[in-house]
């Protein structure tokens, strides 16, 4: 159960509860949370400033924040919240501090679900603005300030609901307008001239048949944003273009009125062109928008380095056809890669991935690079700086303490003592600051995530985006007679120069040699690791038939 101001004080002084972690210290964090900017009351920099001192007052040492805004507590959709109730398992933290009760769950059931999760856990809730007693009358209390939450909660939904259907009666705009429309003085929609011709020209394009993809990346090119500020992209195209309110039409629940709002698409034929239009490209995607290419930004071209990218076209006969191209030769440069088949590289390249996660000395391999990485930036992060500092005070600790025993005392004894134990107490919140932020991975939880690869579905384009993601940083392909696979063992998407390809692989051109660049080629490329598995592959197109029929 959440526990009172006074029990706060006990456990910060090493007092005993039914929960009891003797003399250890409270080690927080902090959850906070606010629904809208208008809540001002209750902003985030509030909340913390309250939950901050109610720490200080009560001796208890805080060791990182969780914040979610402009989220409600009435759905389960808080990013933050939910990474606290999974790191609440590690052991990091035992108890949480909150503003008020409803920052916790404006639900009784989920929040007395979250509460028993953080019980069985170990961790203990305190709230700065509230005060429950321990013994049943907390119970009873705290039923009841859970139950006026939820109330207001959903009172609050309803009288929102009310005014927007209220307001929608009028037909006036209900929160944030959509591109080409603002708010007028009368609090009905206007049009916004600038934006409208975005809007415009968008429909026009898409009607002619541009791609999805060019419209929205020459309008991110050319500087426009939508409504919210961000980059154009496939869904905001396809919201704007499937939007009833440009061609004046005002929905709301069961409210649906003709010329509602003013029209800025006026002509009814282009906007029904482009719903059917829309429809046949979503039935049809390979014919209306541009496909999946699984080696973007990972594939290059092994004659000049330069990426290949992926490109289509339609037969005479109306196929369609996929392949990726060298980027030099296609600027019609010198370049003489020929372009290769999607299907057939993709499946080249995922079938070896495959190998590589059922190749137990490989993964083992991986997993020990891993551990080296981690230990180095361990080495290397101030976690590492710290447990010096938490060695050298519990030495300098235990020798004031040999001193105190064999009678040395002397007038700055206490106050050298005192010092001690201030900064050791800076250093433990330090630390686990620390582990909160970078946990540590032992060498069988990577391995045990490395083989979970085993079990996938080759054919499955989220488990061959997930291998390409995990395993691969780049392909180099050459004249259809080899390939080579860089594998990152980090994980990390750092970009590979073509010499370091070329100066890994010019030995006895083995598979699956291991390479650590030598300090030229680290200047030369932009290098992030320091060990990379090369594995040159065969990989003429009738060698790998029988393969890629397979796979398909």
């Avoid at 209306?288 to 699984?294: D, H, P, R």
């Avoid at 007679?481 to 030995?507: F, I, P, Q, T």
Wanted: proline share 2%.
């Amino acid at each position: 159960m959440p526990t009172s101001k006074n029990t706060a004080r006990k456990y910060a002084a090493g007092g005993s509860s039914d929960n009891s972690c003797g003399v250890e210290p409270l080690r927080a964090v902090i959850y906070a949370r606010y629904s809208s900017s208008g809540q001002r009351e209750e902003s985030i920099e509030g909340q913390l400033r309250d939950c901050y001192e109610f720490a200080k007052k009560h001796g208890i040492i805080v060791i990182g924040e969780y914040i979610d805004k402009a989220m409600t507590g009435r759905v389960d959709r808080r990013p933050d919240f939910q990474r606290m109730m999974k790191d609440s398992e590690k052991g990091r933290f035992n108890c949480v501090l909150l503003w008020k009760m409803d920052r916790f769950a404006r639900n009784r059931y989920d929040s007395a679900m979250y509460k028993y999760k953080l019980k069985k856990n170990g961790i203990r809730i305190f709230y700065a603005k509230e005060t429950i007693p321990d013994g049943p009358e907390g119970i009873i209390l705290e039923s009841v300030m859970e139950g006026y939450a939820e109330y207001y909660s959903e009172n609050l939904a309803q009288n929102v609901k009310r005014g927007n259907y209220d307001s929608a009666l009028e037909l006036k705009t209900l929160g944030k307008t959509c591109l080409g429309l603002k708010t007028g003085p009368d609090g009905r929609y206007m049009i916004d001239q600038a934006e409208a011709a975005i809007v415009r020209r968008i429909f026009e394009e898409y009607a002619e048949g541009e791609r999805a993809k060019d419209i929205y990346e020459r309008l991110n090119s050319e500087g426009y944003r939508t409504s919210r500020g961000g980059k154009f992209n496939k869904n905001s195209l396809r919201r704007i273009l499937s939007n009833k309110k440009y061609i004046g039409v005002y929905e709301y629940e069961d409210i649906y009125v003709e010329n509602g709002i003013p029209a800025i698409i006026t002509d009814r034929d282009l906007f029904e062109r482009v719903q059917k239009m829309l429809k046949i490209n979503h039935d049809a995607p390979a014919r209306g928008k541009a496909q999946n290419f699984l080696l973007t930004t990972k594939l290059f071209c092994g004659l000049c380095g330069s990426p290949m990218i992926g490109d289509g076209g339609t037969s005479h006969t109306g196929k369609a056809y996929a392949y990726y191209s060298c980027t030099k030769r296609k600027r019609g440069r010198s370049c003489k890669k020929e372009s290769v088949p999607k299907d057939w590289i993709e499946d080249l390249v995922v079938g070896e991935l495959v190998k590589i996660v059922h190749n137990d000395e490989l993964i083992e391999q991986i997993a020990d690079r891993v551990m080296e990485y981690q230990k180095r930036e361990k080495d290397q992060s101030g976690l590492h700086a710290l447990e010096i500092r938490q060695k050298e005070n519990e030495k300098a600790i235990s020798n004031m303490l040999a001193a105190i025993e064999a009678g040395i005392i002397t007038p700055s004894t206490k106050t050298r003592l005192m010092e001690l134990e201030a900064d050791r107490a800076d250093i433990e919140k330090g630390i686990a600051h620390e582990l909160l932020a970078e946990p540590e991975f032992e060498r069988d939880q990577i391995i045990y995530f490395l083989e979970r690869f085993r079990s996938g579905d080759i054919n499955d384009e989220a488990y061959r985006i997930m291998l390409v993601d995990t395993f691969l940083n780049s392909v180099y392909l050459y004249d259809d007679d080899h390939l080579v696979l860089v594998m990152n063992y980090s994980g990390e998407n750092c970009k590979v120069d073509l010499k370091l390809v070329e100066g890994a692989v010019s030995g006895d051109g083995c598979k699956g040699s291991a390479f650590a660049p030598s300090s030229a080629l680290k200047k030369d490329s932009v290098f992030t690791g320091s060990f990379f598995l090369f594995m040159i592959i065969e990989c003429s197109r009738s060698a790998h038939s029988i393969i890629c029929s397979w796979m398909r």
